[in-house]
């Protein structure tokens, strides 16, 4: 099975022929997905960022709260911090995935399918 070639060794449009991946990339519709795609992860991963750096900083500079039993348990805040590590991380790539699913996947697939009736499948996947 060949290899895909590197980028830069890929040949680039035919002379005459725009370069499909630049017109791509400067349309209103790309820069619109790209926009939307920002606005939804930037702030997602900042956020458990900051969680997880709060987890981190209370484990090293908060041993006793860190420690405190929670009853007559073995179960500590810093265990329930640490499974909360666990939790969140499933519960930001469910919310992803269906945001993806239902906001970005189908405005994607338009863009897409608009770009290979524009320039032809040919010249797309080439």
């Known amino acids: 099975m060949p290899e895909s070639a590197p980028p830069e ?3 680039g449009p035919e002379p005459g022929r725009p370069d499909p991946y630049q017109i791509v990339q400067s349309s209103p519709e790309f820069q619109a ?45 810093g265990l329930l911090f640490g499974l909360g590590q666990f939790v969140s991380t499933f519960a930001i790539t469910t919310v992803y995935v269906r945001w993806a ?26």
């Open 9 to 11: 060794s890929r040949p």
């Open 33 to 77: 997905l790209r926009r939307r795609f920002r606005r939804f992860v930037l702030p997602l991963s900042a956020l458990f960022l900051v969680w997880y750096a709060v987890y981190v900083l209370l484990a090293d500079y908060a041993h006793g709260f860190m420690s405190t039993r929670l009853g007559d348990s073995n179960i500590t805040v």
């Open 101 to 126: 699913n239902r906001r970005f996947d189908p405005a994607a697939e338009r863009l897409r399918r608009d770009v290979e009736e524009q320039l032809g499948a040919s010249e797309v996947n080439r």
